[in-house]
């Protein structure tokens, strides 16, 4: 059932918005040609939204939830998919951006921008802040995988992108449509084989959409000498500050090709200049309060101090295609002119720089580096910014020999490289090592193990979505405070238990209420109760040590609560109360 109002408002729009092109001189066509890899990115997007949302499309609340807390199932690929869920409901209840049904919101000063668009669109659909936080699992996911999709549509177009701008000016068309399509397809074989659908399943998804974006304007606006004078002084800094509303240190990636911009401003367009100057003071001064919020989230403890493990990826070929397309640009630069390489060098010099940063900083708070949660993040903007402008070097070097062999066995030589271009990929894609993490090679590309990994979890058992759902049925009343209970061990669910209760309680009192909660809640109830040799026992002594506490306890069957049996008949419900969670399938 279309909405009465939303969808026919949002296709009014983009319908006036078409007609309006048609009589704006000069404007671009409603529309364009396509070309072969402009074709290739679109199919890249598609095809990573169907593998990413595919398997949670026909799949109850219930299977979703569990899928989505699946980083605690200890496979060969841990992943949490939940953990922005609260900031979206929260959201799309409040209407507002920040929470304000507690001082204390996980998440409070964690910039919010992805998950404002995802409720715009919410809104615009003709979704009322009204609407059951139940119901928003699903749009959830959704809105994630378009997310994520997008980010890979656009790494592929701008391998392309990159591929046409670092040929030499007197260069065949041809020659440039194979180098452009050669880099989006090993570009979109990287988005669909390698670590971006687990780095989905980590709830990285609006990560993924600002690396990408900061690649994105990078590469379109410094792609040649009139794309910077006509395009890189105002998409620079509108890019700017999105991505300081998303992922602050990705918004260091375009300060030195703004820099470039500059310099051809003033080379070539001086009149120009003042107007960069003067919008990127405005976008310095909408983006200044990211900064704030984001110094102000970790200012009891250094960068480096922040430890958390992140899903295996392709770690060492990520430092490996940096120094590659670092110094074959570096040494070619003549042929693309050397103010476009230096900026297209961009994102991955920030990267670089960024991340020996991080790593400076863990290294003095005592922390490895496989540990350090914003290095390793830091190294993974580093391989999404290395991708595409790899896959344009070694495309323009793989089309330049093309051209030089014999027409007829061209097509052959085409089908070669493809076909170097899959095992390359697959191979790239295989290798997950990080220094200090125990583990291994994958046997297979972490694309097609996250998928595996993701199936595995909406086809399990929902007993932990069943719990959530009755957990968040069962608010907090009476001064009792609602908690789940997964008892470690339970073969029917694969779980780290102690740690799927502390998320999986949180994300039902965001279902419950509308908003996040604290982790110390959980922390005292359930995780340090779970962790000891013996839970029932350890819970009795917690009630003991703390009068004024009192729990609401939801448990996936009634073989926990007999468990339980002892502790309720000495506390009484006045202290303790069990809900067994309802069986969804």
Same mark, same amino acid.
């Given at each position: 059932?279309?909405?009465?109002?939303?969808?026919?408002?949002?296709?009014?729009?983009?319908?006036?918005?078409?007609?309006?092109?048609?009589?704006?001189?000069?404007?671009?066509?409603?529309?364009?040609?396509?070309?072969?890899?402009?074709?290739?990115?679109?199919?890249?997007?598609?095809?990573?939204?169907?593998?990413?949302?595919?398997?949670?499309?026909?799949?109850?609340?219930?299977?979703?939830?569990? %899928?989505?807390?699946?980083?605690?199932?200890?496979?060969?690929?841990?992943?949490?998919?939940?953990?922005?869920?609260?900031?979206?409901?929260?959201?799309?209840?409040?209407?507002?951006?920040?929470?304000?049904?507690?001082?204390?919101?996980?998440?409070?000063?964690?910039?919010?921008?992805?998950?404002?668009?995802?409720?715009?669109?919410?809104?615009?659909?003709?979704?009322?802040?009204?609407?059951?936080?139940?119901?928003?699992?699903?749009?959830?996911?959704?809105?994630?995988?378009?997310?994520?999709?997008?980010?890979?549509?656009?790494?592929?177009?701008?391998?392309?992108?990159?591929?046409?701008?670092?040929?030499?000016?007197?260069?065949?068309?041809?020659?440039?449509?194979?180098?452009?399509?050669?880099?989006?397809?090993?570009?979109?074989?990287?988005?669909?084989?390698?670590?971006?659908?687990?780095?989905?399943?980590?709830?990285?998804?609006?990560?993924?959409?600002?690396?990408?974006?900061?690649?994105?304007?990078?590469?379109?606006?410094?792609?040649?000498?009139?794309?910077?004078?006509?395009?890189?002084?105002?998409?620079?800094?509108?890019? %700017?500050?999105?991505?300081?509303?998303?992922?602050?240190?990705?918004?260091?990636?375009?300060?030195?090709?703004?820099?470039?911009?500059?310099?051809?401003?003033?080379?070539?367009?001086?009149?120009?200049?003042?107007?960069?100057?003067?919008?990127?003071?405005?976008?310095?001064?909408?983006?200044?309060?990211?900064?704030?919020?984001?110094?102000?989230?970790?200012?009891?403890?250094?960068?480096?101090?922040?430890?958390?493990?992140?899903?295996?990826?392709?770690?060492?070929?990520?430092?490996?295609?940096?120094?590659?397309?670092?110094?074959?640009?570096?040494?070619?630069?003549?042929?693309?002119?050397?103010?476009?390489?230096?900026?297209?060098?961009?994102?991955?010099?920030?990267?670089?720089?960024?991340?020996?940063?991080?790593?400076?900083?863990?290294?003095?708070?005592?922390?490895?580096?496989?540990?350090?949660?914003?290095?390793?993040?830091?190294?993974?903007?580093?391989?999404?910014?290395?991708?595409?402008?790899?896959?344009?070097?070694?495309?323009?070097?793989?089309?330049?020999?093309?051209?030089?062999?014999?027409?007829?066995?061209?097509?052959?030589?085409?089908?070669?490289?493809?076909?170097?271009?899959?095992?390359?990929?697959?191979?790239?894609?295989?290798?997950?090592?990080?220094?200090?993490?125990?583990?291994?090679?994958?046997?297979?590309?972490?694309?097609?193990?996250?998928?595996?990994?993701?199936?595995?979890?909406?086809?399990?058992?929902?007993?932990?979505?069943?719990?959530?759902?009755?957990?968040?049925?069962?608010?907090?009343?009476?001064?009792?405070?609602?908690?789940?209970?997964?008892?470690?061990?339970?073969?029917?669910?694969?779980?780290?238990?102690?740690?799927?209760?502390?998320?999986?309680?949180?994300?039902?009192?965001?279902?419950?209420?509308?908003?996040?909660?604290?982790?110390?809640?959980?922390?005292?109830?359930?995780?340090?109760?779970?962790?000891?040799?013996?839970?029932?026992?350890?819970?009795?002594?917690?009630?003991?040590?703390?009068?004024?506490?009192?729990?609401?306890?939801?448990?996936?069957?009634?073989?926990?609560?007999?468990?339980?049996?002892?502790?309720?008949?000495?506390?009484?419900?006045?202290?303790?109360?069990?809900?067994?969670?309802?069986?969804?399938?």
């Amino acid at each position: 059932m279309i909405p009465p109002l939303g969808w026919r408002l949002l296709l009014s729009a983009v319908a006036l918005g078409a007609i309006g092109c048609l009589y704006v001189r000069r404007s671009a066509p409603v529309l364009p040609r396509i070309r072969v890899d402009d074709a290739i990115g679109l199919v890249a997007g598609l095809v990573s939204f169907v593998v990413l949302f595919g398997v949670y499309a026909t799949a109850t609340t219930a299977r979703t939830i569990t %899928g989505l807390l699946q980083w605690w199932a200890g496979g060969e690929l841990p992943h949490d998919h939940s953990s922005h869920l609260p900031m979206f409901v929260q959201m799309m209840r409040s209407g507002s951006w920040a929470g304000t049904s507690s001082p204390d919101l996980l998440f409070a000063g964690y910039p919010r921008l992805h998950v404002a668009i995802w409720s715009a669109g919410e809104w615009a659909a003709g979704i009322s802040a009204g609407t059951p936080a139940v119901d928003l699992v699903r749009p959830y996911v959704a809105w994630s995988a378009l997310t994520a999709a997008l980010a890979a549509a656009v790494l592929t177009w701008s391998a392309s992108i990159a591929a046409r701008a670092l040929m030499p000016r007197r260069t065949a068309s041809r020659t440039r449509a194979v180098a452009a399509g050669l880099a989006g397809t090993a570009t979109a074989l990287w988005c669909l084989l390698g670590s971006m659908g687990s780095m989905f399943d980590f709830a990285a998804a609006s990560f993924l959409a600002c690396a990408a974006l900061v690649v994105g304007a990078v590469t379109v606006s410094v792609r040649s000498r009139a794309a910077m004078t006509r395009l890189g002084w105002f998409v620079l800094p509108l890019a %700017g500050v999105v991505a300081a509303y998303v992922y602050l240190p990705l918004a260091a990636g375009l300060l030195l090709p703004a820099l470039a911009v500059g310099v051809a401003l003033w080379r070539w367009r001086r009149r120009r200049l003042v107007w960069f100057v003067v919008v990127g003071l405005v976008c310095a001064a909408l983006a200044a309060p990211a900064l704030t919020a984001i110094t102000d989230s970790v200012r009891n403890a250094p960068w480096g101090a922040l430890t958390g493990g992140l899903p295996a990826f392709e770690y060492w070929p990520a430092v490996v295609m940096a120094a590659v397309a670092t110094l074959t640009l570096a040494l070619s630069s003549r042929a693309a002119g050397r103010l476009v390489s230096l900026a297209l060098l961009g994102p991955v010099l920030s990267a670089c720089a960024v991340t020996l940063y991080f790593l400076v900083d863990s290294v003095r708070a005592g922390v490895t580096i496989g540990d350090s949660y914003y290095t390793n993040k830091m190294v993974y903007a580093l391989l999404l910014a290395a991708v595409p402008l790899t896959a344009a070097v070694v495309a323009r070097w793989t089309s330049l020999r093309l051209a030089k062999v014999p027409p007829a066995r061209q097509g052959t030589g085409l089908v070669i490289a493809l076909v170097v271009i899959v095992i390359a990929v697959a191979e790239i894609s295989t290798v997950t090592l990080r220094p200090g993490v125990g583990g291994g090679v994958l046997t297979r590309p972490a694309g097609l193990a996250a998928f595996e990994a993701r199936q595995s979890a909406v086809t399990r058992i929902p007993l932990v979505g069943d719990v959530v759902l009755s957990a968040a049925a069962h608010p907090d009343s009476d001064g009792h405070t609602t908690v789940t209970w997964i008892p470690v061990a339970r073969s029917v669910t694969g779980y780290r238990s102690e740690y799927v209760n502390m998320f999986a309680g949180r994300l039902a009192h965001s279902l419950a209420i509308g908003s996040d909660i604290a982790y110390e809640r959980y922390n005292v109830t359930v995780d340090t109760i779970l962790r000891t040799a013996d839970p029932v026992a350890s819970l009795g002594e917690v009630l003991q040590a703390a009068p004024d506490l009192r729990l609401t306890l939801v448990v996936p069957d009634q073989q926990v609560a007999d468990s339980l049996a002892g502790v309720v008949a000495k506390f009484g419900p006045e202290r303790l109360r069990l809900v067994i969670a309802d069986r969804s399938d």
